[in-house]
């Protein structure tokens, strides 16, 4: 399950990635604002979660294209550093944003459905299982609309060759804008998903976007299917570590990954290589 | 190394003069503690601009060395009994090594492998300090760290460091050993040399320059330095907390680096005096606080990518430029 969470994350971030070449740094404080968002529609609205989900996601897609617009798009012909430390800039914005209106506690989000599942010796709830069925769902509609539709084809041209995709006459920065959103809202979808499962606060990004590096790295920088293989292996890895090993410094095995990956095959597992 | 006007040299001996004496002028405890928790920023902000401003290359996990280097110099004096004055050149050494080690992989590759690396790093080490509790004391921290030994001179001569002051001069005298190393440094030969690699890594490589090797050196300098901060930093408050780790904190030195401005020697030293005033003035605001140093940080690379000494170098070559067009 945790894996399903992951290969979201990183592919949306990935995508941003592959278009925009910026690491967002923000990716995951942006995952726990779709968390919050989806919370308060259903907590004072009472929209039903599906609904709720449906929404954060819209708003966050909306939230993504104009951060592009706003903050990323006119550093593009600076040095990348400024564009890193816009992320942080936002991070700092939108984490103690998020702080300011609904306090830092730990809050409890209610799911889709609370029953739970005998299946010979291994009990499961039902969130679980739509956390894993709407992941796989979304991933395959997603190579779908990629590979099949012309906008998707779009967004691909670009991110394998901006200046070509530029010639071939495609709008390169609304595919930016674009993608940011979705991939923006990809991230919105899979915290509303687990967040039932787990709690939500404020700093819940920080952990998910190292993962979410990591496992893009280890993927390949930009590369789709590697961020979702990475994704499941590194969901896989950390949910063996915590049960055999121990709880407490999964983080640091994050990173260990990290230095292994960057010391044995830097271009990650389907990278396109430098 | 061409030789400094005569303008700017009367700036700088007023400018020494003034914080020499500065803590006989300003009185209030308050206001001292201020001015050494400026002075432990000034000297983080330093380190953390010789990666990033010089060498150009990220790091987001400043913070977290500088946590390393607090707890390293903390736990040498509490656990193994060592007087301040080896523990603090030890836990330098420490934070030096662990950023040696940690530049090795991660510097290898060029682009954005080295800021993404360095913030799961500062992510993984907050958790580690934060959970460790065995040795860092977990989430409760290190309390009642002494203050640095006494140092007696001939003629019965001690000086103590009970005093906020003598913390201020303690702090001064490593923030004048750590300008005077590192603008050596960023003047020397080496020096050209980090920022051809930050100009351009391809074309600084075809020079024959060593770029894994300059990247890797600088970051351990840069580690080293911000330990020394951390170490100070123990010595002086006597109470650690993992927040001392935290990225959060690398963000702030990372913002009093571009606000001061990037790549200078005076702008870490402005931000690093400015930022942690500002901080205090806006105490009341809270968490709104960080959202306002947010905004600013964007702001900033938006409208003044160069921070306020380019923002001002800026002017001031403008002046002189439209003086002689005249």
Same mark, same amino acid.
């Given at each position: 399950m945790l894996g399903s969470i992951y290969a979201m994350v990183a592919l949306g971030l990935a995508l941003i990635y592959g278009i925009?070449?910026?690491?967002?740094?923000a990716h995951g404080t942006l995952y726990m604002l779709g968390a919050y968002i989806a919370y308060q529609l259903i907590i004072s609205l009472g929209f039903p979660y599906w609904a709720a989900l449906f929404c954060s996601a819209a708003v966050l897609f909306l939230i993504g294209m104009l951060i592009e617009r706003i903050a990323f798009r006119p550093l593009y012909t600076q040095p990348m550093i400024n564009s890193f430390i816009v992320a942080v800039g936002l991070i700092l914005i939108l984490e103690n944003g998020v702080q300011a209106v609904w306090g830092p506690a730990f809050k409890r989000f209610p799911g889709a459905s609370s029953s739970v599942f005998h299946l010979l010796n291994i009990t499961i709830t039902a969130q679980r299982v739509i956390v894993i069925v709407t992941a796989v769902v979304l991933i395959i509609a997603l190579h779908f609309f990629i590979r099949h539709t012309r906008l998707g084809s779009a967004i691909e041209a670009t991110s394998q060759n901006r200046k070509g995709a530029q010639l071939m006459g495609i709008n390169v920065s609304m595919m930016g804008g674009l993608t940011f959103g979705l991939g923006t809202a990809l991230a919105a979808v899979a915290a509303c998903l687990v967040a039932p499962v787990l709690l939500i606060y404020p700093t819940m990004g920080g952990p998910v976007i190292a993962m979410a590096f990591v496992i893009i790295i280890l993927g390949g920088m930009g590369s789709f299917l590697g961020a979702v293989i990475g994704g499941y292996i590194i969901g896989l890895a950390e949910t063996l570590f915590a049960c055999y090993v121990t709880t407490d410094y999964v983080e640091a095995l994050i990173f260990g990954i990290l230095v292994l990956v960057l010391s044995v095959k830097p271009t990650g597992l389907f990278g396109k290589g430098h | 190394m061409a030789a400094t006007p005569w303008g700017k040299r009367i700036f700088l001996i007023l400018v020494t003069a003034f914080v020499l004496v500065a803590p006989l002028i300003i009185t209030g405890k308050y206001h001292q503690h201020i001015m050494v928790m400026c002075g432990i920023w000034v000297i983080a902000s330093l380190a953390l601009n010789l990666i990033? $401003?010089?060498? $150009?290359q990220l790091n987001l996990a400043h913070g977290s060395f500088f946590g390393i280097g607090a707890y390293a110099t903390a736990l040498l004096v509490q656990n193994l009994g060592f007087s301040f004055w080896v523990a603090l050149p030890l836990g330098c050494a420490i934070t030096a090594v662990f950023g040696y080690l940690t530049g090795l992989p991660t510097l290898r590759t060029k682009g954005h492998y080295f800021p993404i690396a360095t913030m799961c790093l500062g992510i993984a080490i907050y958790y580690v300090i934060a959970r460790w509790e065995g040795l860092t004391g977990g989430a409760r921290g290190l309390f009642g760290l002494p203050r640095p030994d006494p140092i007696s001179l001939p003629f019965d001569v001690t000086i103590t460091f009970k005093s906020t002051i003598a913390c201020y001069y303690l702090v001064l005298f490593f923030v004048f050993v750590t300008i005077v190393l590192i603008s050596r440094l960023v003047k020397s030969l080496a020096g050209k040399r980090l920022i051809a690699v930050r100009g351009n890594e391809d074309l600084a490589q075809s020079l024959g320059i060593n770029t894994m090797q300059v990247k890797v050196i600088s970051f351990t300098i840069s580690t080293l330095f911000a330990g020394l901060a951390g170490g100070l930093f123990a010595a002086y408050m006597g109470t650690l907390m993992a927040e001392q780790a935290h990225y959060l904190l690398s963000f702030e030195m990372l913002i009093n680096v571009v606000i001061g401005g990037i790549g200078t020697m005076a702008g870490p030293i402005l931000g690093g005096i400015l930022l942690p005033i500002l901080g205090e003035i806006l105490q009341p605001l809270a968490g709104f606080r960080l959202i306002l140093y947010g905004l600013l940080l964007v702001l900033c690379i938006h409208f003044l990518p160069t921070g306020i000494v380019g923002g001002l170098r800026a002017a001031v070559m403008r002046r002189r430029r439209r003086r002689e067009a005249l």
């Amino acid at each position: 399950m945790l894996g399903s969470i992951y290969a979201m994350v990183a592919l949306g971030l990935a995508l941003i990635y592959g278009i925009l070449e910026i690491p967002n740094f923000a990716h995951g404080t942006l995952y726990m604002l779709g968390a919050y968002i989806a919370y308060q529609l259903i907590i004072s609205l009472g929209f039903p979660y599906w609904a709720a989900l449906f929404c954060s996601a819209a708003v966050l897609f909306l939230i993504g294209m104009l951060i592009e617009r706003i903050a990323f798009r006119p550093l593009y012909t600076q040095p990348m550093i400024n564009s890193f430390i816009v992320a942080v800039g936002l991070i700092l914005i939108l984490e103690n944003g998020v702080q300011a209106v609904w306090g830092p506690a730990f809050k409890r989000f209610p799911g889709a459905s609370s029953s739970v599942f005998h299946l010979l010796n291994i009990t499961i709830t039902a969130q679980r299982v739509i956390v894993i069925v709407t992941a796989v769902v979304l991933i395959i509609a997603l190579h779908f609309f990629i590979r099949h539709t012309r906008l998707g084809s779009a967004i691909e041209a670009t991110s394998q060759n901006r200046k070509g995709a530029q010639l071939m006459g495609i709008n390169v920065s609304m595919m930016g804008g674009l993608t940011f959103g979705l991939g923006t809202a990809l991230a919105a979808v899979a915290a509303c998903l687990v967040a039932p499962v787990l709690l939500i606060y404020p700093t819940m990004g920080g952990p998910v976007i190292a993962m979410a590096f990591v496992i893009i790295i280890l993927g390949g920088m930009g590369s789709f299917l590697g961020a979702v293989i990475g994704g499941y292996i590194i969901g896989l890895a950390e949910t063996l570590f915590a049960c055999y090993v121990t709880t407490d410094y999964v983080e640091a095995l994050i990173f260990g990954i990290l230095v292994l990956v960057l010391s044995v095959k830097p271009t990650g597992l389907f990278g396109k290589g430098h | 190394m061409a030789a400094t006007p005569w303008g700017k040299r009367i700036f700088l001996i007023l400018v020494t003069a003034f914080v020499l004496v500065a803590p006989l002028i300003i009185t209030g405890k308050y206001h001292q503690h201020i001015m050494v928790m400026c002075g432990i920023w000034v000297i983080a902000s330093l380190a953390l601009n010789l990666i990033m $401003g010089y060498t $150009g290359q990220l790091n987001l996990a400043h913070g977290s060395f500088f946590g390393i280097g607090a707890y390293a110099t903390a736990l040498l004096v509490q656990n193994l009994g060592f007087s301040f004055w080896v523990a603090l050149p030890l836990g330098c050494a420490i934070t030096a090594v662990f950023g040696y080690l940690t530049g090795l992989p991660t510097l290898r590759t060029k682009g954005h492998y080295f800021p993404i690396a360095t913030m799961c790093l500062g992510i993984a080490i907050y958790y580690v300090i934060a959970r460790w509790e065995g040795l860092t004391g977990g989430a409760r921290g290190l309390f009642g760290l002494p203050r640095p030994d006494p140092i007696s001179l001939p003629f019965d001569v001690t000086i103590t460091f009970k005093s906020t002051i003598a913390c201020y001069y303690l702090v001064l005298f490593f923030v004048f050993v750590t300008i005077v190393l590192i603008s050596r440094l960023v003047k020397s030969l080496a020096g050209k040399r980090l920022i051809a690699v930050r100009g351009n890594e391809d074309l600084a490589q075809s020079l024959g320059i060593n770029t894994m090797q300059v990247k890797v050196i600088s970051f351990t300098i840069s580690t080293l330095f911000a330990g020394l901060a951390g170490g100070l930093f123990a010595a002086y408050m006597g109470t650690l907390m993992a927040e001392q780790a935290h990225y959060l904190l690398s963000f702030e030195m990372l913002i009093n680096v571009v606000i001061g401005g990037i790549g200078t020697m005076a702008g870490p030293i402005l931000g690093g005096i400015l930022l942690p005033i500002l901080g205090e003035i806006l105490q009341p605001l809270a968490g709104f606080r960080l959202i306002l140093y947010g905004l600013l940080l964007v702001l900033c690379i938006h409208f003044l990518p160069t921070g306020i000494v380019g923002g001002l170098r800026a002017a001031v070559m403008r002046r002189r430029r439209r003086r002689e067009a005249l």
